[in-house]
């Protein structure tokens, strides 16, 4: 099978057979297809259209396309469907999580008449718990299915356990040891199924070095812990130790993605998730908000301006300097912000007290300061500017990286602390308080050296 | 086990018993560990220290650790050591792809050192094969360890050429199946395998429907496709289709947070892979490129202003906007060009063409544009600023949100086209860019204004 590439050419094709109702041409176009290529094609269709290339998939098939779609298409979809229908036809295909997430969309009104049509009532009850739990807890990114075996039973029980719990899984990653009150005691790899003989008891082959999380773990922190230790699989117990459900990988791939984006978009100034594909209107509503900020700031530093307009009146020259004042700010506070919301992010914060990383982080900003104002130094010199704006640049030049650089470094540290998203502080907001100031530091340095040199 | 977290007091104990020389509290402290964690540990000792630390390890768990460290550390660490210790404790106990990174971050010499240092011939082969491949493709990504079975075998035959190839594999995640000219036709799951009978041949039991990727296909692409099929493992096969290799779920996590680091690191104006432990001097050298280029921008949008300093010492009020100009465009610009970056890296550009992006955006830039200069232009006539300065204040406020948005769309696209990293594009170069176009604009637009009004 080769990776598969969406075209226009094609999507114009499948349109032309779905408007013709031809279901042999329509069937033939989609057979040899991963659901997650079919799930790409909803996305350009119609709900007409993708009802009608519904009704010819299978149903597992069509459990997995859902399963695979962007939240919004599925909704939309999801909404034109009756409950039993989706209860029927798809959740009884799906596992548990992917189960509770797409019923855990829907309002709550429709999520009650899904979970009363699912036929199976431990399905529906496993579908339920799970929706008990936050989506951005390690509870809501774990299945319920899980291979798991007794620690006092031989490997010929264990076996035929496994067969019959191994019907109901994609994937068998681990094979989970419990005690007879369910609480985990370990794993049985594979690898050691294969290569043990048979008489032996699980209790004396299974591997008791397990990492396991608690079912209210953070989702970001249950992605960290995969990373580092490289699992692929990670097994959620209840607060007294009891099995309740296990993580994959690839979810937690979903995670760490999300969270790339999210960081990024905020520090671009975007607060909404937003795809390039979403219309005009969801793309202004996710980028307005930082620019209605920004103007504030800017308007705020037109008013510390607009205080010492006498100075420019009497030397218009110093509005040369002020775009690249403003701008010297604004990127010298994003990339200390940066830095610190990654490290942040990553737990590769290190040992590192936060006094310490200020007293770090002034060493860079000293070190910065000197190149950059003794570069700007140079370039009025040469130019052959006014001595007393020359001064004045490079007094301001020093002292705005210094503080945008701890101030950068200090509000993505401090809202850590109150347990506030440190990358709200990125981006637009950092740049946007740097502008500010330094127009303050630049007039009011100004005004001194003014007074004193002219 | 316990996910372990480091302390300030856990390394001071651990250094103590070190210059005490003390073996066995040093093991007693470490025994417990997961390599990962030792090498967080090591990342706080100096040389010396980590070596003690290293010869009280057995093979294994050094190997792993070594594995686990950052680029940096790992270097100074194996600098230390001679090449046979390198090979023999080291390199024989690590996968081949974990070997082939190792050996590939040291010089050339030491490489060849290490290679002829490996007793076994068949592992220096297979490691010098991967060494060939660049690091950002898939041959770089994957490993030679898989298990592979004919699709002429039965089961029995099957069973026991696995049992012995998985002697050599931490996890089995795929079976492969290849024909008798090594030629990949699909794959065994391990359930497929607990739930057969014993008497069928491979052939009638696999799944054709694998996916696999060549070996020059890029990281980024690898990470694509295993992330949209939720693959724990990805066949590699070369130009004829022969399996040569695998990728594991775990490796592409890594080029996923690397990407999405990368990305956010540039898109806020750092140049080099820094960390928050990194050195004074280290994090100085990864900021000052984009300084030095803001700065020049600065510069330049000085020379502008400078070009109608006869309209600013006319109409001094013309300064009191001159900061919120530059940085609307700078955050419109951002947010324009983040959009297309994370878009193009995901993959998800969808089918819109070019053109539309552009046209899309441009519908986007006039809604912010018009929401944005009203805004603007109400604040002016409340406070009851001169007219001409209102006008002119709203007119480039609408100019520069609409100019930026294009502006910041258009980079990344064109750079993406020929074949430059887009993410380039983003942070200080679009800030830098559009400080000088909000220059120009506000103060073009202020010049035919005033002169036609004031």
Known sequence: MVNFELTREYIDNLQAFIEAKDENAVSALLEELHPADIAEIYEELSIDEAKFVYFLMDDETAADVITELEEDDRKKFLDSLPSDVIAKRFIDKMDSDDAADVIGELDDQRQQEVLSAIDDVSTAGDIADLLAYDEDTAGGLMAKELIKVKESWGVPTCLRSM?????????????????????????????????????????????????????????????????????????????????????TIDDVVDVIREEAEKDYQLASGITEDVEASDSVWQHTRARIPW??????????????????????????????????????????GMQSSAIVVQSLASGSIGLETNWRKLLKEM???????????????????????????????????????VFASLFGTFIPLLLNKIKVDPALATGPFVTTMNDIIGMFLYLTIGNIIFAMMA
């Open 163 to 247: 067969r019959r719990q191994a019907e109901e899984i994609d994937e068998v990653y681990y094979v989970y040891v419990v005690d007879s009150d369910g609480i985990l005691k370990g794993t049985l790899s594979l690898k050691r199924m294969l290569l043990s003989p048979v008489d032996v008891l699980v209790k004396d082959i299974y591997n008791s070095d397990v990492i396991s999380v608690k079912v209210d773990v953070d989702a970001e922190d249950v992605s960290n812990i995969m990373d580092k230790y490289d699992l692929v699989a990670l097994p959620v117990v209840d607060s007294v130790g009891r099995l309740v459900g296990r993580i």
């Open 291 to 332: 620019l209605l900020i920004g103007m504030f700031g800017g308007i705020l530093a037109s008013r510390v301006t607009s205080g010492h307009l006498d100075l420019i009146e009497q030397f218009p020259a110093l509005s040369l300097f002020m775009a690249l004042i403003a701008a010297m700010g604004g990127n010298v």
């Open 363 to 401: 060493g860079i900003a000293l070190l910065n300061a000197s190149i950059l104002s003794l570069l700007i130094f140079s370039y009025n010199k040469i130019i052959g500017e006014d001595i007393a704006l020359t001064v004045t640049v490079t007094a301001a030049m020093f002292s705005v990286v």
